[in-house]
């Protein structure tokens, strides 16, 4: 009988991506994936560490097991990613019916594992932190049915913001060699997929440290050049380490997509500098103005961090005037989170869970009327969308994304899956645009 397996993901992108890599390893070794957590022989939970809620979020679905262990004793249950990295072979302590924790850097051998746990009954940790980074595995089907996919170039982190957990859960910056990662995106073009996100914690570090050819630019421009990459995109960029030659290329590169996430984190320079960013909000402006030089209709968006510790009124403040002067085209915020091993950890003037709040309502509130007005300042233009699949607004629309990255659904009889089309914009929404197929 095949065996099946369950993968609940947490987290971000990278970990999505960290989860149809596991998932492709095991098929390939002749398990089956099954949505059903009933139906699993082997259940593994990629973990998110960033702020202590994701956390306790991957440790209650962990408790959940129990119950299912008791049930099928034969059942292999897997924690993996930043998590598992994190707590380490304490979580094997904690949870008596868990077999496995593989760190982020570990999951690639996840059919090795699986097997020891399989014939031997033994639990297993494996946190290593160093070494090559794996391509993603062959893959041919997997990515049925999908228009866009994720492309890893690089993984972890050297800039140990004072508030970031990632350095210490997914290692020093480790980068693929350029010939894998043009591999990987020619195959990823003979299954179908039209755009490809470039993803890594800070891309434009991309070979830097090992000063290997080429530079996050010249790798752009290298996919740029594959037929049959449509639309190139990438994240995350840190502020400090983009180049003036990136900018560019967001002028005359052909499939690169105006839209650039750029996490600023805080509008005041005095918690810029507590957080170690390594930039002044005069400098962050400047390149947002560069950005929009070089293409105006580019779309910006952003993350920021609030009640960060000794974060006064007057700080805050800072950072609506930044989301005011910017207006960002969306922006993802949280409530500062302690975690352990940062440096933010130590630091005095640790801001209240009230009052941490209250600033969060008060920038989303803000934030949401930029956006808002922003999606409206569309309304009437054509767009040229990728069409990813049916909408969940109901029959007969579908869904896909301008090149700024904004959701859009239209009326459509037919499936046009994976062309791209111009879609005259009607209506701005929160969330999304209604549009109207032109062409096609
Ligand atoms: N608390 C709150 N938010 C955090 N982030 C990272 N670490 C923390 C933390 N300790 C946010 C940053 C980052 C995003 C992925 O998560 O804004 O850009
Ligand atoms: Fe969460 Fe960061 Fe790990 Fe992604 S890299 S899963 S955001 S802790």
Redesign the pocket.
């Known amino acids: 009988m095949t065996q099946l397996f369950h993968i609940k993901t947490f987290g ?1 992108q990278m970990n999505k991506h960290d989860s149809d890599s596991v998932g492709q390893i095991l098929i390939n070794e002749g398990y089956r994936q099954t949505d059903s957590i009933d139906d699993a022989h082997i259940i593994l939970i990629n973990t998110c560490a ?2 202590q809620k994701a956390e306790e979020k991957a440790l209650t679905f962990i408790g959940r097991l129990s119950r299912l262990k008791r049930r099928k004793p034969d059942l292999i249950t897997g924690v993996i990613g930043c998590v598992a990295q994190e707590r380490g072979i304490n979580l094997l302590k904690r949870f008596p019916y868990l077999d496995l924790v593989l760190g982020p850097r570990n999951i690639y051998q996840i059919d090795k594992f699986v097997s020891k746990v399989e014939k031997e009954r033994e639990r297993i940790s494996s946190l290593e932190l160093v070494g090559e980074l794996t391509p993603f595995p062959k893959h041919n089907g997997y990515l049925k049915g999908r228009v866009t996919s994720f492309l890893k170039i690089m993984e972890g982190c050297d800039n140990f ?1 004072t ?4 350095p210490f859960v997914r290692g020093r910056e480790t980068s693929l060699p350029a010939e894998k990662i043009i591999d990987e995106a020619k195959y990823l073009v003979s299954q179908g997929i039209k755009e490809i996100t470039l993803i890594g914690q800070n891309v434009n570090s991309y070979n830097v440290k090992s000063k290997a050819l080429p530079t996050f630019p010249g790798l752009l421009s290298e996919l740029d050049s594959i037929a049959g990459v449509e639309r190139l995109r990438f994240t ?1 960029s840190h502020p400090r380490d983009l180049s003036d030659e990136l900018i560019d290329l967001f002028g005359g590169s052909k499939g690169l997509c105006p839209h650039i996430h750029l ?1 600023v ?1 805080s509008g005041s320079n005095n918690i810029l500098k507590l957080m170690n960013r390594g930039y002044t909000i005069d400098r962050y402006i400047d390149l947002i103005n560069r950005l929009r030089k070089t293409r105006p209709d580019i779309s910006i968006t952003s ?3 609030v009640g960060f510790p000794g974060e006064m009124e007057g700080d805050f403040e800072d950072s609506l005037s930044l989301i005011n002067e910017v207006k960002f085209d969306n922006i ?1 915020s ?6 352990p091993g ?1 440096k ?1 950890l130590e630091l005095p003037g640790k801001i209240g869970e009230e009052e941490k709040q209250r600033r969060l309502s008060i920038l989303q509130e803000r934030q949401r009327g930029i956006t808002l007005s922003k999606n409206r300042l569309v309304e009437g233009s054509i767009q040229e969308i990728l069409i990813e699949g049916p909408a969940k607004r109901g029959d007969d629309y579908l869904t896909g994304r301008t090149l700024g990255n904004k959701v859009v659904n239209f009326f459509s009889k037919g499936n046009l899956k994976g062309r791209t089309v111009k879609v005259k914009i009607v209506k701005g929404f929160q969330n999304s645009l209604l549009g109207e197929l032109v062409d096609g």
Not at 163 to 166: E, G, K, L, Q, R
Not at 334 to 339: A, I, L, N, T, V
């Open positions: 971000c960033v702020r913001c508030y970031c957990i990632v995350t996490p984190q993350d920021i961090i993802f949280f409530k500062y989170s302690d975690r940062i933010a």
